[in-house]
């Protein structure tokens, strides 16, 4: 069933509350692919309710160029959904989520400092705060978010455990094409000759983690990395770095859960993308 005002929302979710039902919530911008499916398949195995919503959130683009061309494919989202069991989608119109008078932010620090919130300013403080929201329109128990934003989830996390939200969160792995690009809705724009050179970005985070992992000088590897998506075609790095992975500070500390994380352009589109960097058993 799609669902466009809180008013219908509450009633459906009331409704389901009433009868002790368990609600699993999906976030998502649309554009959907195989990545999203996954999470709505981990969502309907576990829960009694799945709510996907579909919202492109303007307060988390640093751009009004990269809003207005963030894809929007409502028709085959909804074709995509239509056999996987999804109770709701919840597609709002911006005027419900943002009404007039619209004055509350949530800023996460720490996690949310470095990387994406170094480089997309009040990125993450969009994000946490539609997701704040979306956790209280839908009463959600839990809720699924892809490791492809891997940030962001600890973001999320973060403020979950600091706001003591009665919502459960779960990161699902990856999906990935055969070639390694992880799946995104901004691989659409990419032209055909930046798509076959895309799959140098999983490439070179692998040969880094894996380097890493051996024993070998991580300065070395990044800088061969580097070296290997200009080779490659990348117009540009801002960055490939290791992080702690739950608080997101530069690390390189393998006892922890080391990350690896990148961002990088290729043919104008910005991908990003991380591994983890785990030493062998
Ligand atoms: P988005 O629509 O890009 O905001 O993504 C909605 C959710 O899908 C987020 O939790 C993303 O992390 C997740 N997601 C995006 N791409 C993938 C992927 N390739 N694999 C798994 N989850 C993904």
């Given at each position: 069933m799609l669902i466009t005002t809180l008013a219908d929302l509450h009633q459906q979710v009331a409704a389901w509350k009433a009868k002790g039902e368990s609600i699993g919530l999906v976030p998502t911008m649309g554009a959907l692919h195989a990545g999203h499916l996954s999470l709505v398949h981990a969502a309907r195995a576990e829960c009694d309710r799945v709510i996907v919503t579909i919202f492109v959130n303007p307060t988390q683009f640093n751009s009004a160029q990269d809003l207005a061309s963030y894809p929007r494919t409502e028709a085959a989202d909804a074709a995509l959904l239509?056999?996987?069991?999804?109770?709701v989608i919840f597609a709002p119109a911006p005027d419900q989520v943002y009404p007039a008078g619209f004055a509350t932010q949530i800023t996460v620090s720490g996690v949310a400092d470095p990387l994406e919130g170094a480089l997309r300013p009040g990125h993450f403080a969009g994000v946490a705060t539609v997701v704040a929201k979306l956790f209280g329109m839908t009463q959600a128990d839990r809720a699924y978010f892809g490791q492809k934003d891997w940030q962001q989830l600890q973001v999320v996390h973060r403020m979950v455990a600091d706001l003591n939200m009665a919502v459960q969160v779960i990161g699902c792995d990856t999906l990935r094409e055969a070639d390694g690009l992880a799946m995104s809705s901004r691989n659409a724009r990419l032209s055909a000759q930046a798509r076959a050179a895309a799959p140098a970005l999983y490439a070179a985070m692998t040969a880094v983690a894996a380097s890493v992992t051996a024993g070998g000088q991580a300065d070395n590897a990044l800088k061969a990395a580097r070296k290997a998506l200009l080779d490659a075609g990348f117009e540009r790095v801002e960055y490939i770095a290791l992080h702690d992975g739950e608080t997101m500070q530069p690390s390189t500390d393998l006892s922890r859960p080391l990350r690896l994380l990148a961002a990088a352009w290729l043919g104008g589109v910005r991908l990003i993308d991380n591994v983890a960097v785990t030493p062998a058993p």
């Open positions: 239509a056999p996987l069991g999804v109770d």
